[in-house]
């Protein structure tokens, strides 16, 4: 009557590392890298390209003013 050893140690890590090694070496082959092309600019739509920039001036103007003035306040502000 023959009895069942348990494996080693050392025996276990030689078999972990033959199946490790024989995973590296049955690698598929590498696959051709994905090249993308430059995107490619669209035209505007008609909409977009009537809008007057002058027309929206005055509210520029003023929201300027606005960060100019909260940017005073914060700086003359004593840090905590």
Same mark, same amino acid.
């Given at each position: 009557?023959?009895?069942?050893?348990?494996?080693? +140690?050392?025996?276990?890590?030689?078999?972990?590392? &033959?199946?490790?090694?024989?995973?590296?070496?049955?690698?598929?082959?590498?696959?051709? +890298?994905?090249?993308?092309?430059?995107?490619?600019?669209? +035209?505007?739509?008609?909409?977009?390209?009537?809008?007057?920039?002058?027309?929206?001036?005055?509210?520029?103007?003023?929201?300027?003013?606005?960060?100019?003035?909260?940017?005073?306040?914060?700086?003359? &502000?004593?840090?905590?």
């Amino acid at each position: 009557m023959s009895s069942i050893q348990p494996c080693r +140690p050392s025996k276990l890590g030689a078999m972990l590392i &033959a199946v490790m090694l024989s995973a590296c070496a049955s690698s598929s082959p590498p696959t051709v +890298p994905v090249i993308a092309t430059s995107p490619q600019p669209t +035209p505007l739509p008609a909409s977009v390209s009537r809008i007057d920039p002058s027309a929206s001036q005055a509210w520029l103007r003023e929201v300027e003013s606005y960060l100019r003035e909260v940017d005073d306040l914060l700086s003359s &502000a004593t840090p905590k």
